[in-house]
């Protein structure tokens, strides 16, 4: 059976990878090597130079393409390292139109970096594609969206913006950071370049740091790799193999993520001292439909305000939480708390995060993949002692 054929996890185990051609070994070695010997000039085994191409890191990117439904895959050393290859491939005077409830690592590439060297952002509502198309211009060369969204689990019609970039002959890059590609192919949806943090849910286990490309477009694939090898933001093997052991499993951990997920945000939204709960799972989730028709499942990543919208409170929750751990990142087995508006998003200005609706309360969660029974009993003893919200005390 070939295994390009076979079911997602079936490829999440195999794609890219043989027994070892020198020694049987099942698991693809980490090839700790920065260059391959040649026979003569030019003629080698396909591999010259490790910072173009190294063994552990082609089987991964093939297993990622499999997984996205992709011919190509790149990986780099982060997924911004993904995004800073990905935006050299526009020039100066070009324009790019981002969603506004975008990764504050994104937001701070764009407007911090390349807009030194003449790329014009437009950060905009996406909730709508009028708001898009009012946008575009024939400068615009590139629509950026990540849905769902962080923090605000918005979904986004990928649908609908891939037929915007076909009929507007631009790109259009998502980041498929927070769904993984278990639970959504941008690519079968119009996406020209999907996009990971492969730190997140590919690799799993908080333990590496690693990001990567996939597309279906040989001149992308093309002119990814030649930036990639010119500049150089490429994963040792070692990261590699971690994130290629992680995929192993990737399936079978996102359906634990989800299912706790659904009941995390089913505890929240009943407890008297949520305000807002932002999981695109519910019905009532303006995105629900979209992420019916987009997802096959809804995801562990859940984000909730406090009543009364007291930062003071919202880090007070965060710290007394036993097993959630307060910090960065998300996707991983364990879970974690992170405060975005003083976290991931404290590079947004704070009227823009605000407009966009990242609250000072807000507080987002990576539910991990224990007993789910475990999860809600440490959310309900730290949000038991939030106190009971007076009037006064609202800031809203
Ligand atoms: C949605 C999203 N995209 C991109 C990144 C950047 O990835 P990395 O931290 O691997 O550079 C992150 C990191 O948090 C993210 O959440």
Redo the contacts with the bound molecule.
Sequence with gaps: MKKQNTRFETRAIHAGQEPDPATGAIMTPIYQTSTYVQESPGKHKGYAYARGKNPTRVALEKCIASLENAKYGLCF???????DAVMKLLRPGDEVIATDD?????YRMFTKVFEHFGIRFHFVNMDDPKNVREKINERTKMLWL?SPT?PLMKILDIEAYGAIAKEKKILLVV?N??ASPYLQNPLDLGASIV??????YLGGHSDV???ATCTNDERLQEQLAFIANSCGAVPGPMDSFLVMRGLKTLHVRMDRHCENGKAVAEFLRDHPKVDKIYFPGFPDHPGHEIAKKQMRNFGGMISFTLKGNSMEEAFAMASRLKIFSLA???GGVEPLVGHPASM?HASIPREIREKAGVLDSLLRLSVGIEAKEDLIEDLRQAIALVPDLKPSKVNL
């Design positions: 050393s982060s997924g911004q390292g993904a995004e975008i990764y504050g690592g994104s990540e962080n980041d950071t927070f996009l990971h943090s492969a730190t997140k740091v690693l990001g960065e990142s998300l991931t």
